[in-house]
């Protein structure tokens, strides 16, 4: 992917992820447990691409802890100590308006107001680029998603069941219609 920018390429990622997901799903493949794999090394369950095809309860959970990994993954990486992220955070919250931002000292807080701002910074201003267990943060997400925890490599320990439902319910206080479907 030589000469693709890096939004596209992790967009172009990211649906190639989700039809491989699809496909594993067709197949009956299922995944379940703790797994220190990183997230090259990691299998899936089907998240459907197409809208002829019905899509399972596990594999909506599976695409909703997709799309709110990316904060959790931030949250969890600036508390537990990396300064590189939260400087990053920081310059990028200072430089919009106050109803926009979304990181509170060492908090991120997504409301519908900012989660815009919070996904620019993720995908295209260096916050899915600090590493983690070799991997960039952004790397994370899927496997995030996949395995329904959050990776030790990135928060010292695992995160999963109620502990990850605890720090989503954080994140997403002041978004009441993200909290009523908490996928973690």
């Given at each position: 992917m030589v000469g693709v920018p890096r939004t596209a390429r992790r967009q172009l990622l990211a649906a190639s992820a989700m039809v491989l997901l699809a496909l594993a799903g067709a197949a009956g493949c299922s995944s379940s447990g703790s797994s220190s794999a990183s997230p090259a090394q990691s299998t899936s369950p089907a998240q459907s691409t197409s809208p002829a095809q019905s899509t399972s309860p596990a594999q909506q959970r599976s695409s909703d802890r997709y799309a709110s990994a990316p904060a959790l993954l931030a949250q969890c990486a600036?508390?537990?100590?990396?300064?590189?992220?939260?400087?990053s955070a920081q310059q990028y919250?200072?430089?919009?308006?106050?109803?926009?931002?979304?990181?509170?000292?060492?908090?991120?807080?997504?409301t519908a107001a900012n989660d815009?701002?919070?996904?620019d910074w993720f995908?295209?201003?260096?916050?899915?680029?600090?590493?983690?267990?070799?991997?960039?943060?952004?790397?994370?997400q899927q496997w995030a998603a996949t395995h329904g925890e959050l990776p030790a490599q990135v928060c010292g320990t695992a995160v999963s069941?109620?502990?990850?439902?605890?720090?989503?319910?954080?994140?997403?206080?002041?978004?009441?219609s993200?909290?009523?479907?908490?996928p973690w």
């Open positions: 600036i508390s537990h100590g990396a300064q590189a992220e939260l400087h919250n200072a430089s919009h308006p106050k109803s926009q931002q979304w990181l509170t000292g060492t908090k991120v807080e997504l815009s701002g919070f996904t995908n295209n201003a260096g916050g899915a680029s600090a590493q983690f267990g070799g991997q960039e943060l952004g790397d994370w069941g109620a502990a990850a439902r605890q720090l989503y319910t954080k994140v997403y206080a002041g978004w009441p993200m909290l009523s479907s908490n």
